[in-house]
Structures are given as structure tokens and as C-alpha cells.
């Protein structure tokens, strides 16, 4: 299932249509380039929003419900429907930006490490082991995808095993973290997280002999999950924890406060953001966070 479209009617005066502004939303469409995007003036405001619109005001708001959202994404992708925003003409490209980035893992991109018949195979195995009827697994499921495709706006030219690793290394959780969330009881949080690493890794090993993934390239995305809770300064290993933190900013960081809470979800951004290159932390900015979420990562700048 793929979200294919999104229509944007902005609701002001075709006046206030500055050609930055199109330009800006131009630099947007291009940045996601499976996604057509379409755009219409309602001048006088006065038209009511269709079904499935994402109000500017309402996605803005501290209280938004990103969790039905996402759900509502499944929905509209599932029917090959498309994705309505309706925006200010002043913020239509930022929030376009913004929602687009949330529904990136159900618009997928590729390149040709991953055009290929085994990753189809792969992307269909990874499902298949998700029961998303688990509200974490489904989490987990999402974010998955979600760290394959910030990889892919990292680095158009990433390489297969990155790739690989990107989508499977938390797989583990299916294991471990399938009804709850346990990390934050661990005694030594980065004796934790290596164990995670390890045996995510014996499991997408698993995963890539069912799919026929060459092996060399198995091998390198093996190698690359067993290592990623640890920094360096292997290039594979840095641009698989930018993906990894970008997604956990862009896509869980509402969840997982409302999971965990304000206290744990400080530490996380602190552990988190100590992991990014500055070229990734200067991504951050652009995305729809919340609040708590925003004000702990000015405090550590």
C-alpha cells in the first residue's frame, strides 16, 4: 500500500501567493518525489475541508493525536486515496514538509541497491513478521520503514546493507518488546542496548536467507544491525544512526513521551541527539515535534 498523493488547498487570496512561497513548496514536492502533490486556492476561505483533511491549525496544536493520524495514513494508502492539507499560504510548505515526513514510510522511495526482486522480498518477509494488531509491533513496524527512508533522504546513493540495516535493526523488539517497553529498567542501558544489537542481528540473518539477499550484502547488513547501538566513525554505522535518530525524532518522540513520560523522555533525546552527526542534528529544526521535545533539544544545543 502506498500514499501516492496529497492535495493542498491553501485558503487565502491568490494575491498572497509569493513566488518564494511556490518555490519553497516546489523544493518540498522534490524532496519526495513519489508523492504528487497538487494545489488549489479556496480565495475566500469559505469552502468546507473534505474528508481526510489535515487542518494547518489542528496538526500545529500541542494536543494533536499523531497515533490516530498514522492510522488514518494506513487508511488512505491502503484505498489509494489521497492525503488532503489545508494551510496558510505563509506556512503551506513547512507543514507540507512536516506531514510528508510523517507518511514517508508509506511513500517509498528506492534506489537501484534497492530496486531489486530480493529487497521486494525482504520489505514483504519484514512485514509478515509484524502482528501489527500489537499496537508497539505496529510502532515498530513504522519506524522500521521510517529509518529505511531517512537513510534514502540522507543519501540517495545508499548502499544496500545500509539500507537493510536501517529497516531491520530493531527487529529484536519483536522479541523483547512486543507488549511492553522494558529498556528504561535496564540496569546498564548500553549493556542493554548491545544485547539488543546482537540478537537483532541473528534474527535479520534469518530474515535475509528467506529472501534470497546475496551474501555478501547480507553479510555487511548483519555486521552493520549487530554494531549500530555503538557510534564511531564508520560512515555505514554514522548514516544508520542518523536514520535511527531522525525517525525516533520525527515519528516516535509523541509516542514515546506519552509512553514513558517526561523524565525518560529527556534522558532519551539526550542519548539520542549525542549519537547524530551535525549535518543530521541540523535537520531537526524542520520537523514537527512536541513541545517538551523541542524545548529539551534547545537546551542541549
Known amino acids: 500500500m502506498r500514499l501516492e498523493r496529497l492535495e493542498l488547498v491553501t485558503h487565502e487570496p491568490p494575491s498572497g501567493r509569493a513566488r518564494a512561497k511556490d518555490a519553497e ?5 522534490r524532496s519526495f518525489p513519489t508523492v504528487a502533490i497538487t494545489c488549489a486556492i479556496d480565495a475566500a476561505g469559505a469552502c468546507a475541508p473534505a474528508p481526510d483533511t489535515v487542518d494547518a491549525a489542528v496538526w500545529c496544536a500541542e494536543g494533536f493525536d499523531f497515533w490516530t493520524f498514522d492510522r488514518q495514513l494506513d487508511r488512505l494508502a491502503a484505498a489509494r486515496a489521497p492525503l488532503r ?7 503551506a510548505a513547512a507543514i507540507v514538509r512536516e506531514v510528508l515526513t510523517r507518511a514517508q514510510r508509506l511513500a517509498p522511495r528506492t534506489n537501484p541497491a534497492s530496486a531489486t526482486a530480493w529487497f521486494a522480498r525482504v520489505l514483504d518477509e519484514h512485514r509478515a513478521v509484524h502482528d501489527v494488531a500489537r499496537p508497539l509491533v505496529q510502532a515498530d513496524l513504522d519506524h522500521a520503514l521510517d529509518t529505511w527512508q531517512w537513510a534514502l533522504r540522507l543519501d540517495p546513493a545508499a548502499s544496500a546493507q545500509v539500507q537493510l540495516a536501517s529497516l531491520c535493526h530493531d527487529i529484536e523488539r519483536l522479541v523483547s518488546e512486543a507488549d511492553r517497553r522494558v529498556e528504561h529498567h535496564a540496569v546498564d ?5 548491545d544485547a539488543h544489537a546482537r540478537a537483532g542481528a541473528r534474527l535479520a540473518a534469518t530474515l535475509f536467507a528467506r529472501a534470497g539477499v546475496p551474501e555478501p ?15 564511531g566513525e564508520d560512515p555505514a554505522i554514522r548514516a544508520l544512526n542518523d536514520a535511527d535518530a531522525l525517525s525516533f525524532f ?4 509523541p509516542g514515546y513521551l506519552a509512553y514513558f513520560g517526561p523524565a525518560q523522555t529527556r534522558s532519551k533525546v539526550a542519548y539520542t541527539l549525542a549519537r547524530m552527526s551535525p549535518e543530521a542534528r541540523e535537520l531537526l529544526a524542520g520537523l514537527r515535534l512536541p513541545q ?3 524545548q529539551e533539544l534547545l537546551r542541549l544545543a
Open 25 to 29: 513548496l516546489a523544493a518540498v514536492a
Open 85 to 91: 492539507v489545508r494551510a496558510p499560504v505563509a506556512d
Open 189 to 193: 542501558y548500553q549493556a542493554f542496548k
Open 217 to 231: 550484502v547480507a553479510r555487511g547488513a548483519i555486521e552493520l544491525i549487530a554494531r549500530h547501538e555503538r557510534t
Open 250 to 253: 520525527a515519528l516516535n518522540s
Open 292 to 294: 517538551l521535545v523541542r
